[in-house]
């Protein structure tokens, strides 16, 4: 018996979209992109987080003037309720994903855990 696994990947992503918490986050994330104001402010906050990323990578330390302005953004987003609601749905569907992959992964985890002591 010949076994495709992206068959079986695909047919997970159809699935995904039928859960709970994907369908929250599908929910939270359009009705941002249908406010401007929310869609504008969450771009800008996800422009400082890929920045704030590159810039751990790097082992850069950001200066006092990109920390205020990070600060203020990071204020104003903990003050939008359609962002926090896409930010807890967005939580919600990535430790489903977590599980998940654990479960994926299980076969590479158990046989690594032949190797300890």
């Known amino acids: 018996m010949t076994v495709n696994i992206y068959d079986n990947a695909n047919e997970m992503a ?20 249908n406010d401007n104001e929310a869609k504008k ?4 906050f996800q422009s400082i987080q890929m920045t704030v990323q590159q810039m751990m990578q790097s082992q850069q330390q950001p200066n006092p003037e990109q920390e205020k302005a990070w600060d203020e953004v990071a204020a104003r987003v903990q003050k939008n309720d ?7 749905a967005e939580q919600a569907l990535n430790t489903l994903l977590t599980e998940l992959n654990d479960i994926v992964t299980k076969p590479v985890a158990d046989a690594y855990a032949t190797l300890r002591p």
């Open 82 to 88: 359609l962002i926090t609601v896409l930010l807890s």
């Open 41 to 44: 402010l969450f771009t800008e």
């Open 14 to 33: 159809i699935v995904l979209k039928e859960t709970q918490q994907y369908v929250a986050w599908q929910s939270a994330f359009d009705a941002i992109q």
